[in-house]
């Protein structure tokens, strides 16, 4: 077996393996999305945005700061080290979605975005709120493609639609280590 360099096309992160992952380390991004580096333009984040594409925009990077931050707090509890673990993977993962949603709208990153927030207190609560969040954002994410006109910001809000459904599927998962 030869390593080889798989990069997404949502995240732009390029991974090296055997072969290419289920889905991004990175972004959460399914496997279809990734492919040779040769074949990727970081010029497609390069949109020219509508009024209401931008406004879209800044409510997906806010999303996604405030999720980057729940799990970040979540992270920090001691009294489950799988738990803590899965949301720490998940805050690494909601951070690249902010800072990709930085990048298409030309805005620079939030300067609190790797700083932990109040959580529910409780693991099962935490996870109760992680769900609402992430049908939310599924959701949104959905709208948002649905009524973009630009192809690019279709691509992404579409993959990041799914990858926020994987995360109902991890939330879901998680109740069986409480």
Same mark, same amino acid.
């Given at each position: 077996?030869?390593?080889?360099?798989?990069? +997404?096309?949502?995240?732009?992160? /390029?991974?090296?393996?055997?072969?290419?992952? $289920?889905?991004?380390? @990175? +972004?959460? *991004?399914?496997?279809?999305?990734?492919?040779?580096?040769?074949?990727?333009? &970081?010029?497609? #984040?390069?949109? %020219?945005?509508?009024?209401?594409?931008?406004?879209?925009?800044?409510?997906?990077?806010?999303?996604?700061?405030?999720?980057?931050? @729940?799990?970040?707090?979540?992270?920090? &509890?001691? #009294?489950?080290?799988?738990?803590?673990? *899965?949301? !720490?993977?998940?805050? !690494?993962? $909601?951070? $690249?979605? +902010?800072?990709? @949603? +930085?990048?298409? *709208?030309?805005?620079? %990153?939030?300067? #609190? =975005?790797?700083?932990?927030?109040?959580? /529910?207190?409780?693991?099962?609560?935490?996870?109760?709120?992680?769900? &609402?969040?992430?049908?939310?954002?599924?959701?949104?994410?959905? /709208? @948002?493609?649905?009524?973009?006109?630009?192809? &690019?910001?279709?691509? %992404?809000?579409?993959?990041?639609?799914?990858?926020?459904? #994987?995360?109902?599927?991890?939330?879901?998962? *998680? !109740?069986?280590? =409480?």
């Amino acid at each position: 077996m030869q390593l080889k360099m798989y990069r +997404c096309r949502i995240c732009g992160e /390029t991974y090296l393996g055997y072969e290419a992952p $289920e889905n991004c380390p @990175f +972004c959460g *991004a399914h496997r279809e999305l990734l492919g040779a580096p040769e074949n990727y333009d &970081r010029s497609i #984040d390069s949109v %020219v945005l509508t009024e209401v594409e931008r406004a879209d925009l800044e409510a997906s990077i806010e999303l996604e700061r405030s999720n980057t931050r @729940f799990y970040l707090g979540m992270a920090q &509890r001691k #009294d489950n080290d799988t738990l803590r673990s *899965a949301y !720490k993977r998940l805050a !690494k993962i $909601e951070m $690249e979605h +902010c800072e990709l @949603f +930085c990048r298409l *709208a030309g805005v620079p %990153v939030p300067d #609190d =975005l790797s700083e932990p927030s109040e959580t /529910t207190g409780s693991w099962a609560s935490d996870i109760e709120e992680s769900l &609402r969040r992430e049908n939310r954002a599924s959701s949104l994410y959905a /709208t @948002f493609a649905e009524r973009a006109t630009n192809e &690019r910001l279709k691509e %992404v809000w579409t993959a990041v639609s799914a990858v926020e459904s #994987d995360h109902i599927t991890l939330d879901e998962l *998680a !109740k069986q280590y =409480l």
